[in-house]
């Protein structure tokens, strides 16, 4: 966690966000992460998903079972689900949501947004073309010689 | 939205997952995507993702503003905080959270666990250092120069 927070503190003065994130399987460091949206223009680039994107590459893997992630802040719900999809085994966080928000990064709105039903949230949305794109699924389904996950 | 479908039809026989989405402003397609978890071993490459990345690297911004995001399916917890934090402004899918369920990609339970309290997550989480990350958050905050987001 010490590295996370180093990582977290300098990339403050590197012109990225105070966020820091390192992966360790076995007490040996696979990556390491920071926050590079703005310095990479890359909305998705959170010190948690640049490092599992960081990791996955080096295990040539899109899965980090028996991983642990040590991250400066608890994970926003992008890098949450992130951690799920990567099969992440388990989350060690310092900063809350409700710090994040103390500094105006909108972690908390977005879970609160989540918790709300689809058509009641801030961003308007709609369904449409169910049928045509249940397409995909089918064959999806139908196929045999896919990478499921 | 039938670019967003045919994609992800595409993709399936391209060894991608059955994902697809399609980013537009002003009637113009800035950026599409589809999901490479496996292909690339990267469990954040999906379509929204995938999509929000490129068309920030074409905009040379980290933001949205004023794009609608055309996905073949419901978007999964990562991707709509994605989309959150891309500010895009309009949000239309074809397919339901639990179509997706139905081919086994594990969105709802994802859903789900984002709506329990952290600690009773399946992913085992713990909390400790908070007052040492808190440095990285003040060091921000002090920062005059930042680009804020």
């Known amino acids: 966690m010490q590295q996370a927070i180093d990582l977290s503190i300098q990339?403050?003065?590197n012109g990225g966000g105070p966020f820091?994130?390192?992966i360790v399987r076995d007490n040996e460091v696979v990556a390491t992460g920071v926050n590079r949206v703005t310095a990479n223009n890359d909305p998705t680039a959170h010190a948690e998903v640049s490092a599992i994107r960081a990791a996955c590459q080096?295990?040539?893997s899109f899965k980090l079972e028996g991983c642990t992630i040590?991250?400066?802040c608890e994970p926003c719900p992008m890098c949450l689900s992130a951690i799920y999809w990567a099969g992440i085994s388990r989350i060690c966080f310092a900063c809350t949501k409700q710090d994040a928000e103390d500094i105006h990064f909108g972690d908390k709105f977005i879970y609160e947004e989540m918790a709300r039903p689809i058509f009641e949230?801030?961003?308007p949305t709609e369904t449409f073309m169910r049928q045509e794109a249940l397409q995909a699924f089918r064959a999806w389904d139908?196929?045999?010689d896919k990478v499921e996950y």
């Open 70 to 72: 040590y991250t400066s």
């Open 142 to 144: 139908e196929k045999t």
């Open 121 to 123: 949230r801030a961003i």
């Open 20 to 22: 820091g994130a390192v």
């Open 58 to 60: 080096r295990e040539g």
């Open 11 to 13: 990339n403050v003065a």
